[in-house]
């Protein structure tokens, strides 16, 4: 599978506008190269540099596998599966490390999997998603951007 967006390249800055310091909305992605077992799919984004350990800033899931795109701001769709981020919040949070911490490197991750839906609450975390969602990975693409404040 090939995970990767128009706002930023594989390995890039992310700009300022998917922040929170900017507009805090979810860049655009698309895929491609989907396994052809998949039934579904789910969308993850963290950041392993965070102080206290990985920081969860977003999780999609129960994402058919016919869908080969999110748009800008998808987090705002209300027909979208999200769960709660670390911000405690349901969406998208963006990129927001500690001033003066160093460059944060922020993982989006695609998941297929074998299952057409995943079994977690109606208020799960991003860390449940991926726990469940785990049980059934078939494939699994990333795309790496970073940002500092």
């Known amino acids: 599978m090939k ?31 989907t396994p052809a077992g998949a039934r579904s799919l789910v969308l993850l984004c963290d950041d392993p540099d965070a102080p206290g350990g990985t920081w969860h800033h977003w999780a999609v899931y129960d994402i058919p596998p ?39 490197h922020y993982h989006f ?8 839906q995943i079994r977690v609450s109606a208020n799960a975390s991003c860390r449940d998603v991926e726990r469940e969602a785990r049980k059934f990975t078939l494939g699994e693409a990333t795309l790496v951007g970073w940002y500092e404040r």
């Not at 991750?109 to 057409?116: E, I, M, V, Y």
Request: with cysteine; net charge negative; hydrophobic share 30%.
């Open 3 to 33: 995970l990767r967006s128009k706002a930023f390249a594989d390995g890039s800055v992310i700009p300022r506008r998917f922040t929170c310091d900017g507009d805090n909305v979810s860049p655009a992605l698309e895929w491609s190269d």
């Open 66 to 104: 016919t869908v080969t795109e999110l748009a800008e701001n998808a987090t705002q769709d209300g027909k979208l599966k999200q769960a709660m981020n670390d911000f405690r919040e349901v969406g998208y949070g963006g990129p927001c490390p500690p001033h003066r911490h160093g460059p944060h």
């Open 109 to 116: 991750r695609l998941l297929a999997l074998s299952a057409d």
